[in-house]
């Protein structure tokens, strides 16, 4: 297997002995003579390496870029010089109370934020910068600080190590790798996986069942936590504190500037960009350089952002996973091509099961009564009623605009209906969010597919099967995802990228994902437009499994041939009305339905040849 | 005049015409008719370079458009009434009329061109300062069809004008689109309204999952069976 | 509570800085709306001509007004030439603001390496003449500032609305597709917009000079400012961001008269936030 990210077992072996080295060097080092200029300069580093690292828990991850780290850390500067000087708290709880005083202020925020759809991309950029500057200026003109800044000389700090320099020394080394096992953690494991997906394609992740607001609240509040504990610990070395220095918008940029450039999509990420900026920034101490590295700086990050948008870590790991296919192709010869065709598909094709000659006396998987769907004055649909028998496949025709589409995005819940009644095995739940339908056992694929571009292939399906159903481990749903690819034929493409897919593969990923929820009835839209005849007789071999594993399907399609062969029943729509149900032979000839498709004028194509 | 030699069009990353052969005299009504999800509007999108033809050429009187960038098609006599209307909604009719005439020869004369639209549509003479927006669908589409005819086209491309309209106006556009082709302007129309789209053309393509599966004289289409397998499986 | 005089005396400041702000912002707000690009250097070029601007004054003696005939076509072509690279890269809006950060940083650091950081003032005659109505005084600076906001604003407006030029370019804004198809050619109109976004800036930076006292950290104490006052308004608009601006300017500037200055950013902070919450979801 290839070794990009895998979020059931964490890689022991080369990578957790070079990171065990390192940090049982640097917890040496300062016993070993290292001198005091190099312990300030190591403190900087892990000074940046927590904050950066801190804002990527909720900015890299989801997406959700904040503007505003500069207020959490500035929270727990003021934190400390409130705590330890004006109400004589001791070390560890004034460090510990301030980063929950900055947790309260991102839950604070995120509870009127995340809520509001709206706000997402450049509006919670702005507002979480503005909520830096309202803070800054409350502090300044109340008795927390007032004006002239706090003094922090008194408070004592803990003697850790050789020499003063060390105590900051060891406490920022503390707090970095702290943050950066939680970031690793995190990383790996389900919430993890959600945030990422969240990153992608919020909505989805959402209908996928993945608890957006929580993760997003959850996310946050650790992220300013470290950052509130930073910046208490920040105020000792500094010991005097200012608002113009604190809320400045330094702070921000900054560690926005170093994740970005090391690569936010990765825990490792900012710890790489920390490092590399702070010693850039370092390496040119006299006055003249100082400014022409600082010059440097912002060429490289704009060169950065445009030529190498995944950052220095993600670009590397590009890299190596090109190598390593790059090398699987060679030593294997002609594993896989583009095209890969999904005919080695497991098994032989079941003979096409025999069909219940009543339909009427089998149990009803999904009833529709009446549903109409109102926007603005059009009737996109307007009283249909629809019958789904248990272990049917239903096609549900139309021309363009008859009202298909609206009616999976009903009954799936992303538009609740103007009127009638959608019962799912005797349920009602017309009106019900997406989330909760799809708990109750529908799924839906999308007809341009919809796929979290971050996630490997494997990684969106298992998506679906922890946030989906009931709740599994981490290894249930690994091997329960691997199952649903080897159903759809992509269990050699379980490591790829949804980008490194054709058409025909991102569809079948979409009847993946959609199948891992293992759903009572599943509604596909126009699955097929865009296949070759090759591959659409794949396609319908595959629909018929799905269906005698006890799946009911509607599906939505245009492709005729296939049509005529899959379907039990056809319900046709126009203009948002039923025209015509029954059986697919006699529905195509009636005249009504010739009328819809052909117009006017073609009567005389209804006569049977 | 226009002339499409084994074109094969990819939709982003995914294929969606192969072997494309097909041409249009001047002066010709030529329609294309298939279901959906066949590749009408991909076909009409490459002709005006909105999609990149990845094999095969596009001529116009000889000369090749593929390579050339979108914006130097309208000069050579091409102009599009797009799937949907698309019109600049936020502007008025007037200005997006003043839009389709942006080449210099079309420029030059658009005073006229506006005054000769404004008589073959009244209604758009009517709300010539409303915003585009708050139009019905059958007025956006007279001033979508207008705003083509300020480009002074020798070719008008027309996908699927009949989309979402009520039945009498549909009329109405067709007859339109007929007076059009009778003034010398050729005209290629795609659509999905088979019946409408074979009484006013003289020739017909046939396209199904991204080919052309027959063509020919309107009336003998008509009769073809490839049709009703197309649309109605049968 | 202050005199009515005072207060007069603090609304004919909210005026000016208002315009400032609305002057900042029409050149950001032009580019977020039309070219989809979040352009953090605007405040770079902004104070790079102001610096420029204090230059040509005090090493020889170019007057200001002068200066701007000079500045503005050098920093078009400036602009231009920027968007000319970006323009090869497909970058999201929130990429762009991204990268002009850097962009930013460079130029930040750059005025200090030439110029230190010491706070720099131009001398200038314009801040000796005064105009007198009543009790209120308002320095001919803070009036060319005003003066040059409407008028760049009314030609802005004139251009969009009114001329051929400006219709395509709102046209190739609302749909570049179809735009393309009538033979716009969106790529050179974005090169000429973002020159036009140039231009603004070195007027801005003039004002700037004219009226402030220079540092090169102060590129990015206008940031929050200006862009609640972008966003207050629509985007591609030209008369917005000097409305949104002198809304801000006022109540910041009667806040400080009536409180004290240091009160005045929760004005704007805060009519950020509630404008972000509150207006209209948008696409």
Redesign the interface.
């Given at each position: 297997m290839t070794e990009g990210p895998q979020p059931w077992r964490p890689q022991w072996g080369m990578n957790t002995v070079i990171t065990v080295m390192v940090f049982a060097l640097l917890v040496a080092a300062p016993y070993w003579g290292l001198p005091n200029y190099w312990q300030s300069l190591l403190y900087m580093v892990f000074f940046w390496v927590t904050l950066s690292t801190s804002w990527n828990l909720l900015s890299g991850y989801s997406g959700y870029f904040s503007f505003g780290h500069g207020a959490f850390f500035g929270l727990g500067m003021y934190g400390m010089a409130t705590f330890a000087t004006k109400l004589n708290f001791g070390f560890v709880s004034s460090v510990l109370l301030s980063g929950v005083v900055a947790a309260v202020l991102a839950l604070a925020v995120g509870a009127v934020v995340f809520r509001l759809k709206k706000i997402r991309g450049e509006s919670f950029a702005l507002i979480t910068l503005a909520v830096t500057f309202v803070l800054a200026t409350l502090i300044v003109n109340t008795s927390i600080d007032g004006g002239p800044g706090v003094y922090l000389m008194g408070v004592q700090t803990p003697a850790l190590g050789p020499s003063a320099s060390s105590s900051f020394y060891y406490l920022g080394l503390g707090l970095a790798a702290v943050c950066l096992l939680v970031a690793r953690f995190l990383f790996f494991s389900k919430a993890g996986l959600g945030l990422l997906a969240i990153h992608d394609d919020e909505d989805v992740a959402q209908v996928h069942g993945v608890p957006t607001f929580g993760l997003k609240m959850a996310a946050f509040a650790l992220s300013s936590f470290f950052a509130g504990m930073m910046g208490s610990v920040h105020a000792l070395y500094v010991s005097y504190v200012t608002v113009g220095e604190t809320f400045n918008i330094t702070v921000p940029l900054t560690v926005v500037l170093m994740s970005v450039l090391g690569g936010v999509r990765h825990w490792a990420g900012p710890m790489v960009g920390a490092v590399l900026i702070t010693f850039l920034l370092n390496a040119f101490t006299d006055g003249a350089s100082a400014l022409i590295g600082r010059i440097a700086i912002g060429l490289i990050l704009t060169f950065s952002v445009l030529l190498m948008p995944k950052g220095i870590w993600g670009s590397f790991q590009a890299w190596r996973k090109a190598r390593q296919k790059a090398q699987h192709r060679a030593g294997s010869q002609g594993a896989d091509s583009q095209s890969t065709p999904l005919n080695h598909v497991a098994t032989k094709a079941p003979e096409a099961s025999v069909q219940p000659l009543n339909w009427e006396r089998e149990p009803v998987a999904l009833r529709v009564s009446g549903l109409s769907k109102h926007f603005a004055g059009i009737k996109a649909l307007d009283g249909v009623d629809l019958t789904l028998y248990q272990g049917e496949i239903l096609g549900l025709l139309g021309p363009n605009g008859s009202g298909k589409s609206t009616f999976i995005n009903v009954v799936t819940g992303h538009f609740s209906p103007t009127s009638g009644v959608i019962e799912l095995a005797g349920v009602g739940c017309a009106g019900m969010p997406s989330h909760q339908i799809r708990r109750l056992g529908v799924s839906r694929t999308y007809q341009i597919p919809r796929p979290f571009t971050g996630l490997t292939v494997l990684q969106n399906v298992m998506l679906s099967s922890q946030y989906g159903v009931s709740s599994t481990t981490h290894e249930q749903a690994r091997i329960q995802a691997m199952q649903w690819l080897e159903f759809t034929g992509l269990a050699s493409k379980a490591d790829d990228l949804p980008d490194e897919l054709n058409l025909h593969q991102r569809k079948f990923l979409e009847l993946a994902r959609a199948l891992a929820a293992k759903p009572k009835v599943l509604l596909l839209d126009e699955v097929l437009s865009g296949l070759t005849p090759g591959e659409i007789d794949v396609a319908v071999q595959t629909i018929r499994r799905i269906r005698d594993q006890g799946t009911s399907i509607v599906f939505v399609e245009h492709v005729m041939s296939a049509v005529m062969a899959l379907s039990d029943h056809l319900l046709v729509l126009d203009q948002g009305r039923v025209i015509a149900y029954g059986l697919p032979q006699a529905v195509m000839r009636q005249p009504d339905v010739v009328k819809a498709y052909l117009g006017e004028g073609h009567a005389e194509l209804s006569l049977p040849n | 005049m226009l002339e499409l030699q084994n074109v094969h069009v990819n939709?982003?990353?995914?294929?969606?015409l192969w072997e494309v052969s097909m041409s249009i005299l001047p002066k010709e009504l030529v329609c294309v008719i298939g279901?959906?999800?066949a590749g009408k509007t991909t076909l009409i999108n490459a002709i005006?370079?909105?999609n990149r033809t990845r094999l095969g050429s596009i001529l116009w009187d000889g000369e090749d458009l593929t390579g050339l960038?979108?914006?130097?098609?309208?000069?050579r006599g091409l102009?599009?009434v797009?799937e949907g209307r698309?019109l600049?909604?936020?502007?008025s009719v007037h200005?997006n009329l003043?839009?389709?005439a942006?080449?210099p020869k079309a420029?030059a004369k658009r005073a006229d061109t506006l005054e000769w639209v404004c008589e073959l549509f009244p209604v758009v003479k009517a709300k010539l300062n409303q915003a585009a927006a708050q139009l019905s669908g059958g007025q956006q589409q007279m001033v979508a069809i207008g705003?083509a005819l300020m480009?002074l086209p020798q070719l008008l491309l027309l996908d699927?004008p009949s989309?979402?309209l009520a039945p009498s106006i549909v009329s109405e556009m067709f007859n339109v689109i007929q007076t059009i082709n009778r003034g010398g302007t050729s005209v290629l129309l795609v659509e999905?309204?088979?019946?409408?789209a074979l009484?006013v053309s003289e020739r017909t393509y046939v396209l199904e999952?991204g080919r052309i599966v027959s063509s020919g004289p309107s009336d003998v289409i008509?009769s073809q069976?490839e049709?009703?397998?197309?649309?109605?499986?049968? | 509570m202050p005199s009515l005089n005072l207060l007069l005396q603090a609304l004919a400041a909210g005026v000016f800085m208002g315009a400032l702000y609305g002057l900042i912002g029409l050149g950001l707000g032009l580019g977020w709306g039309i070219l989809k690009q979040i352009n953090l250097a605007h405040f770079a070029w902004v104070f790079l001509s102001a610096y420029l601007t204090y230059d040509f004054k005090t090493r020889w003696g170019i007057d200001p007004l002068v200066s701007l005939l000079i500045l503005v076509p050098a920093f078009a072509l400036l602009a231009s030439l920027l968007q000319a690279v970006l323009a090869k890269f497909a970058i999201t809006p929130f990429n762009s603001l991204m990268a002009t950060f850097g962009i930013s940083v460079s130029v930040e650091a750059l005025l200090q390496l030439v110029w230190s950081a010491d706070f720099r003032r131009m001398p200038s005659p314009y801040d000796e003449m005064k105009f007198r109505f009543g009790g209120i005084i308002v320095t001919y600076s803070e009036s060319i500032t005003v003066v040059l906001a409407v008028l760049v604003c009314a030609w802005v407006s004139w251009m969009l609305y009114k001329t051929d030029v400006g219709r395509c370019v709102r046209a190739a804004a609302e749909d570049a597709d179809i735009a393309q198809a009538f033979g716009i050619n969106a790529r050179q109109l974005s090169l000429g917009l973002a020159g036009v976004c140039g231009g603004l800036a070195a007027c801005a930076g003039v004002c700037v000079a004219l009226t402030f006292t220079l540092a090169p950290s102060q590129i990015f104490a206008w940031i929050g400012v200006v862009f609640a006052v972008v966003m207050m308004g629509r985007l591609a608009s030209a008369w917005a961001p000097l409305f949104a601006g002198l809304v801000v300017g006022i109540s910041e500037s009667l806040t400080m008269a009536i409180t004290a200055p240091t009160w005045a950013p929760l004005v704007s902070f805060t009519l950020l936030i509630l404008i972000l919450l509150l207006r209209r979801g948008h696409d």
């Amino acid at each position: 297997m290839t070794e990009g990210p895998q979020p059931w077992r964490p890689q022991w072996g080369m990578n957790t002995v070079i990171t065990v080295m390192v940090f049982a060097l640097l917890v040496a080092a300062p016993y070993w003579g290292l001198p005091n200029y190099w312990q300030s300069l190591l403190y900087m580093v892990f000074f940046w390496v927590t904050l950066s690292t801190s804002w990527n828990l909720l900015s890299g991850y989801s997406g959700y870029f904040s503007f505003g780290h500069g207020a959490f850390f500035g929270l727990g500067m003021y934190g400390m010089a409130t705590f330890a000087t004006k109400l004589n708290f001791g070390f560890v709880s004034s460090v510990l109370l301030s980063g929950v005083v900055a947790a309260v202020l991102a839950l604070a925020v995120g509870a009127v934020v995340f809520r509001l759809k709206k706000i997402r991309g450049e509006s919670f950029a702005l507002i979480t910068l503005a909520v830096t500057f309202v803070l800054a200026t409350l502090i300044v003109n109340t008795s927390i600080d007032g004006g002239p800044g706090v003094y922090l000389m008194g408070v004592q700090t803990p003697a850790l190590g050789p020499s003063a320099s060390s105590s900051f020394y060891y406490l920022g080394l503390g707090l970095a790798a702290v943050c950066l096992l939680v970031a690793r953690f995190l990383f790996f494991s389900k919430a993890g996986l959600g945030l990422l997906a969240i990153h992608d394609d919020e909505d989805v992740a959402q209908v996928h069942g993945v608890p957006t607001f929580g993760l997003k609240m959850a996310a946050f509040a650790l992220s300013s936590f470290f950052a509130g504990m930073m910046g208490s610990v920040h105020a000792l070395y500094v010991s005097y504190v200012t608002v113009g220095e604190t809320f400045n918008i330094t702070v921000p940029l900054t560690v926005v500037l170093m994740s970005v450039l090391g690569g936010v999509r990765h825990w490792a990420g900012p710890m790489v960009g920390a490092v590399l900026i702070t010693f850039l920034l370092n390496a040119f101490t006299d006055g003249a350089s100082a400014l022409i590295g600082r010059i440097a700086i912002g060429l490289i990050l704009t060169f950065s952002v445009l030529l190498m948008p995944k950052g220095i870590w993600g670009s590397f790991q590009a890299w190596r996973k090109a190598r390593q296919k790059a090398q699987h192709r060679a030593g294997s010869q002609g594993a896989d091509s583009q095209s890969t065709p999904l005919n080695h598909v497991a098994t032989k094709a079941p003979e096409a099961s025999v069909q219940p000659l009543n339909w009427e006396r089998e149990p009803v998987a999904l009833r529709v009564s009446g549903l109409s769907k109102h926007f603005a004055g059009i009737k996109a649909l307007d009283g249909v009623d629809l019958t789904l028998y248990q272990g049917e496949i239903l096609g549900l025709l139309g021309p363009n605009g008859s009202g298909k589409s609206t009616f999976i995005n009903v009954v799936t819940g992303h538009f609740s209906p103007t009127s009638g009644v959608i019962e799912l095995a005797g349920v009602g739940c017309a009106g019900m969010p997406s989330h909760q339908i799809r708990r109750l056992g529908v799924s839906r694929t999308y007809q341009i597919p919809r796929p979290f571009t971050g996630l490997t292939v494997l990684q969106n399906v298992m998506l679906s099967s922890q946030y989906g159903v009931s709740s599994t481990t981490h290894e249930q749903a690994r091997i329960q995802a691997m199952q649903w690819l080897e159903f759809t034929g992509l269990a050699s493409k379980a490591d790829d990228l949804p980008d490194e897919l054709n058409l025909h593969q991102r569809k079948f990923l979409e009847l993946a994902r959609a199948l891992a929820a293992k759903p009572k009835v599943l509604l596909l839209d126009e699955v097929l437009s865009g296949l070759t005849p090759g591959e659409i007789d794949v396609a319908v071999q595959t629909i018929r499994r799905i269906r005698d594993q006890g799946t009911s399907i509607v599906f939505v399609e245009h492709v005729m041939s296939a049509v005529m062969a899959l379907s039990d029943h056809l319900l046709v729509l126009d203009q948002g009305r039923v025209i015509a149900y029954g059986l697919p032979q006699a529905v195509m000839r009636q005249p009504d339905v010739v009328k819809a498709y052909l117009g006017e004028g073609h009567a005389e194509l209804s006569l049977p040849n | 005049m226009l002339e499409l030699q084994n074109v094969h069009v990819n939709y982003g990353a995914a294929p969606a015409l192969w072997e494309v052969s097909m041409s249009i005299l001047p002066k010709e009504l030529v329609c294309v008719i298939g279901p959906n999800g066949a590749g009408k509007t991909t076909l009409i999108n490459a002709i005006m370079g909105l999609n990149r033809t990845r094999l095969g050429s596009i001529l116009w009187d000889g000369e090749d458009l593929t390579g050339l960038p979108a914006h130097r098609l309208c000069e050579r006599g091409l102009a599009l009434v797009p799937e949907g209307r698309r019109l600049y909604g936020s502007m008025s009719v007037h200005e997006n009329l003043l839009l389709g005439a942006v080449h210099p020869k079309a420029r030059a004369k658009r005073a006229d061109t506006l005054e000769w639209v404004c008589e073959l549509f009244p209604v758009v003479k009517a709300k010539l300062n409303q915003a585009a927006a708050q139009l019905s669908g059958g007025q956006q589409q007279m001033v979508a069809i207008g705003r083509a005819l300020m480009a002074l086209p020798q070719l008008l491309l027309l996908d699927e004008p009949s989309l979402g309209l009520a039945p009498s106006i549909v009329s109405e556009m067709f007859n339109v689109i007929q007076t059009i082709n009778r003034g010398g302007t050729s005209v290629l129309l795609v659509e999905q309204n088979v019946s409408r789209a074979l009484a006013v053309s003289e020739r017909t393509y046939v396209l199904e999952n991204g080919r052309i599966v027959s063509s020919g004289p309107s009336d003998v289409i008509a009769s073809q069976p490839e049709i009703k397998k197309a649309y109605l499986g049968l | 509570m202050p005199s009515l005089n005072l207060l007069l005396q603090a609304l004919a400041a909210g005026v000016f800085m208002g315009a400032l702000y609305g002057l900042i912002g029409l050149g950001l707000g032009l580019g977020w709306g039309i070219l989809k690009q979040i352009n953090l250097a605007h405040f770079a070029w902004v104070f790079l001509s102001a610096y420029l601007t204090y230059d040509f004054k005090t090493r020889w003696g170019i007057d200001p007004l002068v200066s701007l005939l000079i500045l503005v076509p050098a920093f078009a072509l400036l602009a231009s030439l920027l968007q000319a690279v970006l323009a090869k890269f497909a970058i999201t809006p929130f990429n762009s603001l991204m990268a002009t950060f850097g962009i930013s940083v460079s130029v930040e650091a750059l005025l200090q390496l030439v110029w230190s950081a010491d706070f720099r003032r131009m001398p200038s005659p314009y801040d000796e003449m005064k105009f007198r109505f009543g009790g209120i005084i308002v320095t001919y600076s803070e009036s060319i500032t005003v003066v040059l906001a409407v008028l760049v604003c009314a030609w802005v407006s004139w251009m969009l609305y009114k001329t051929d030029v400006g219709r395509c370019v709102r046209a190739a804004a609302e749909d570049a597709d179809i735009a393309q198809a009538f033979g716009i050619n969106a790529r050179q109109l974005s090169l000429g917009l973002a020159g036009v976004c140039g231009g603004l800036a070195a007027c801005a930076g003039v004002c700037v000079a004219l009226t402030f006292t220079l540092a090169p950290s102060q590129i990015f104490a206008w940031i929050g400012v200006v862009f609640a006052v972008v966003m207050m308004g629509r985007l591609a608009s030209a008369w917005a961001p000097l409305f949104a601006g002198l809304v801000v300017g006022i109540s910041e500037s009667l806040t400080m008269a009536i409180t004290a200055p240091t009160w005045a950013p929760l004005v704007s902070f805060t009519l950020l936030i509630l404008i972000l919450l509150l207006r209209r979801g948008h696409d």
